[in-house]
């Protein structure tokens, strides 16, 4: 059964650490709080006994029920000290898969991240660990203790009660059986309609996500975008609602029936207790007291037992995330690669379902050459990239590096030697030094730093502020942080490819948000600074590419051209329209600068 599964699953993953100090900790809490249950049933019939029948002097008669109380009171305290510790564990147990879970997504594959089924895979994982103690896979295991040491404290306090009378036990039973029953028609609705809930709040999660970010604000103000997202979120907002409800219907007449029918077992069982003659006042304490405590924690294990069954539903998604994504390196030890001397692709093609983004692509790039690659948005130009970069396998086709195929070399090595800068590159909310060197502070090479804000004309900037490359970029984390132009953040991106020192550097739009005079001397001082090197421009403005020597057409995911702008002009239709229509916008802008 998959949910059996599921529960064995997580609870072996809990006992994977410190399995001995949770055993340990477990069994003293269990003989704990089992004594403590007998001494809440037995303490009150024990006091009219002694006082009814006293055996020593009035004072030392309450000296003794004092200090019985004070037993029974320090059981309390200890059990509840060790609960904590139990749910210390458990915590801990959740907190240890926060890093877990970021890891296994930094090594999934980029084709599995992009996919809708990956997204919804993710955000359910992320529910299932951020949730905290009372969802997810932290629950399963707190509930599940909670109903093994609830249990023998049902045993205990059951042998006490049997011992008077064993047809008690059977009705207390019986009572918390069909609750039980009752509740689990509840569970199966859950979790026969939780995957409806998942898929609302895994679209509400993105809006989310876009809505905090301080970049989507401008472009909501200026469209006014406010009615088409209030439609958007009163739409997910009523779909979880309208699941919540459902839910609740389920639950409150689940409840309704679980109170009725404990209501007549408590009655019936009662009324036998009045109608016996032979039991004595102690002994009708003992039962009434047994029967809360068995009642009280009859309903703890139906609690615990349900809330397990409907957090499997949690664990089910964890484990399958956990299992999900391909491995990103699916042969382990592959040899490192010192230097990407050529890289080579013959016919690939790539698809996502049925449609094919990239069709029989072929180039092939030594080092020290450099070329451009042009084309309108959609011509698949990033797309081709992020294959040649590893981030998406392909198709059909082959990629070798130097001669070998791809996947012979190690995934980690190869990303040592690319450096890209996409056109949607972020900057983190870290300092200059870490957003340009992309490493932990104690290995940054802050002279390095220094030397490539030079390069791309930044030093004397970054220094005039007043903690210099330290300063944090972006002021949501830090009031001094600092805001930068867009030219500023293309920069310091290109920076960040010079820190690197890669073999195969590529750059996707790199001066888009540059002037054509500014963009004119970045390619200048790109193609000085990696003259060495493999370079790939990606650009759907040509104005600043026609030095190129090799210059490749794309349209609709075809090379359609390559060669010199020269030779383009004359051979490729396509490249020569898009030349004659950039050039027109150019010209017209020359002349309204003149005017």
Known sequence: MRSAGDWTYIMRLFGKQRRAAKILLFLIDCVVGAAYAGFVVSFPALVVHLIQQPILPGLSTVLVILAIALVGYGLNILDTHLQDGLTQFTFDFRFDYIPVFSGLIFNWRQADIDSVQ???????????????????????????????????????????????????????????????????????????????????????????????????????????????LHQHFTVLADGIVAWQQRYTRVTTLVGGLQVAVNALGILGTLLFLIQSQTVSIENIIVFITAMQVLNARFTTIRQALSEVGRNLSYAANFRAFLGYAQPLEPTPNLPAIDQIQSVRLQDVSFAVGSATLLHHVSLALAAGQSLAIVGENGAGKTTLIKLICGLYPPTAGTITINGQPRTAWSTASLRDRIAVEFQDDILLHF???ENIALVVPEKIDYDRVDRMLQEVGMLDFVQHLSHGVRTMI?????????????????????ARVLYKDADLNILDEPTAALDPLAEKQFYALASAKLKDKMVIFISHRLGSLTVQSQIMVMKDGRIIGLGSHAELLASCAYYRQLWEAQKTLYAAGDQNEEN
């Open 474 to 494: 972006g002021n949501e984390l830090d009031p001094d942080g600092i805001s930068l132009s867009g030219g500023q953040k293309e920069e310091l991106l290109f």
């Open 118 to 228: 990956g997204k919804a895979v993710i955000d359910q994982a992320y529910e299932a660990i951020y949730n905290g103690g009372n969802d997810g896979i932290g629950a399963v295991v707190d509930n599940t203790l909670q109903a093994v040491r609830t249990s023998i404290q049902v045993i205990i306090v059951a042998l006490v009660l049997g011992y008077f009378n064993p047809w008690l036990i059977l009705i207390v039973a019986a009572i918390n059986l069909v609750e039980y029953a009752l509740q689990r028609i509840a569970n199966a609705w859950f979790a026969k309609h939780k995957q409806e809930e998942n898929q609302i709040a895994s679209y509400q999660s993105y809006f989310t996500r876009m809505l905090m970010k301080r970049s989507s604000g401008k472009d909501i103000r200026l469209f006014n975008l406010f009615p088409l």
């Open 431 to 433: 300092t200059i030094a």
